[in-house]
């Protein structure tokens, strides 16, 4: 006799027909054994619900600069955060409505125990108007808490000019430690901070004071 899988009789007659009737409905040991233990499988596995396994992503607040400038006038250089996460920040250089830029330079101070300068992007200021010669950009990180900075277009390409608020640079920072400090212009340096015309005549540009911000680092 064969016996399906739901334990019912396919075929006799007589008491043993009787006898396999009178056995409990329902799914046969060979089965029912490994459907317990998936079912105590399964139980193990749904855990307290915390899903504690190491893989969980810790949130962080990500490091923020308050620019220390609200309205910037024309003729303003000064500074503001573009992105930033839990270990990096990117701080503009933006110019205001201002013309006859051909060259700028200028030195930048910034709190070294809790930030490192990592790279510059160049911002679309020097490229308006597409010019021939490509700009040239440099940035020099003399030391710790200190960056020289300077781009230039090549005659006989044009100076171009600031319309409403321009980026010149994007700076990159690292996170070193928690703190918090000024990143500003160093208007009594060394090097002057200045916009030359494409003829070598400096340009009303003003770096401040005031034209910088503060970093928070958590």
């Known amino acids: 006799m064969m016996e399906s899988t739901n334990g019912g009789a396919m075929a006799g007659t ?3 027909g009787m006898n396999r009737r009178r056995r409990p409905r329902g799914l046969p040991i060979r089965v029912a054994l490994p459907g317990v233990f998936l079912l105590v499988l399964g139980l193990g596995c749904k855990g307290n619900g915390n899903n504690n396994d190491g893989n969980s992503v810790i949130p962080c607040t990500s490091i923020s600069f308050a620019g220390a400038i ?6 303003d250089v000064y500074l503001l ?14 110019v205001k409505d201002l013309s006859g830029i051909f060259t700028v330079g200028f030195e930048l101070n910034y709190p ?26 440099f940035v020099t990180n003399s030391s710790p808490g200190e960056i ?23 700076l990159h920072f690292v996170k070193v430690a928690s ?18 015309d ?12 005031g034209h910088g911000g503060t970093v928070l680092v958590p």
Request: aromatic share 8%; with cysteine; charged share 10%.
């Open 198 to 209: 494409e003829n070598g005549n400096v340009v009303a540009a003003s770096f401040g004071p």
């Open 81 to 94: 955060a573009s992105n930033s996460s839990c270990d990096t920040v990117d701080i503009n250089v933006w």
């Open 112 to 137: 070294s125990s809790i930030i490192e300068y990592q790279s510059f992007s160049p911002g679309p200021l020097l490229y308006r108007g597409s010019p021939p010669i490509a700009p040239q950009f």
């Open 148 to 170: 020289v900075v300077s781009g230039t277009l090549f005659r006989p390409d044009p100076s171009v000019s600031a319309v409403g608020n321009a980026t010149f640079m994007t």
């Open 179 to 196: 703190g918090s400090g000024a990143v500003d212009f160093n208007t009594s340096g060394a090097i002057n901070n200045q916009i030359i």
């Open 14 to 16: 007589g008491e043993m």
């Open 70 to 75: 609200g309205s910037p006038a024309n003729g």
